[in-house]
């Protein structure tokens, strides 16, 4: 049987609708999972009840994060902000982190888990990071590839890649900081953002800052083989649940 993918959903600022970008739903059911569209709900037994029915949980990207999650006020430079998907969000989470289920989350998703773990992030990198910095909001097709990234020698994202450097897009303007206990920074742009995290007691609890789901719309070989590894990841948790 497929293991069951939920899918974190990107809801509008009123809370008036959700929505899912279909190739991150693509990117799931190409690499054999099951993908289930999730609800931004605020029940905490309603929430770890989504988390027992799941094999593995995909965070997705979206709008900026709630600085009062990590202690701060909100920068000049924050964008939007959707505070009911990130307290959905962290405590889904921390349940799956609890329950040792594998976590696949890109972009805000990366942030999003390394927050949830006890991390914190730059509000925007441009103006917070006192160097030059690459381009990280590609002007450019979303499938495109902009800037590389320098992968952490024996780590997980090496082991599924085979890679000491990839080759990445780019569509943000914030990033991880100060990296959660428990958790390793494992890729870096050449500039020195964080690219990658991973947990380092966790089964599989990877966070990526950029966009796979695109990536492998234009049938990238690196990104096919890390939904790949989330997916088995998840049919092995799977088959222990049963």
């Known amino acids: 049987m497929k293991p069951i993918i939920g899918i974190t959903t990107s809801i509008e600022v009123e809370n008036t609708h959700v929505t899912l970008s279909t190739a991150n739903v ?21 929430i770890k009840a989504i988390g027992d029915q799941l094999d593995g949980l995909y965070v997705t990207g979206g709008y ?4 009062f999650l990590f202690g701060e006020e909100p920068h000049p430079n924050l964008g939007t902000i959707t505070p009911a998907r990130d307290t959905f ?22 942030q999003v888990l390394n927050i949830a773990a006890g991390g914190d992030m730059y509000q925007d990198i ?10 990280h909001q590609q002007k450019a097709p979303k499938g495109h590839a902009s800037h590389f990234v320098k992968v952490k020698e024996n780590s997980l994202l090496q082991q599924i890649t085979g890679k000491e450097q990839l080759l990445v897009n780019s569509r943000h303007h914030q990033a991880n900081r100060r990296i959660a206990p428990g958790f390793a920074s494992v890729g ?8 990658a995290i991973e947990s380092q007691t966790h089964r599989f609890a990877l966070g990526l800052q950029w966009h796979p789901e695109n990536l492998l719309e234009v049938d990238d070989e690196d990104s096919r083989r890390i939904y790949e590894a989330f997916i088995q990841q998840s ?7 049963l």
């Open 26 to 46: 693509q990117a799931i059911t190409r690499t054999g999972g099951l993908p289930f569209a999730l609800a931004n709900l605020t029940n905490e037994q309603d």
């Open 64 to 67: 900026d994060i709630n600085p």
């Open 89 to 110: 969000e962290i405590a889904l989470i921390r349940y799956m982190l609890e329950k040792n289920k594998p976590i696949l989350a890109v972009c805000r998703g990366s």
């Open 126 to 135: 441009y103006d917070q990071i006192n160097h030059s910095l690459l381009q």
């Open 188 to 195: 870096e742009a050449t500039d020195g953002v964080n690219e």
């Open 235 to 241: 049919k092995e948790a799977k088959h222990e649940a």
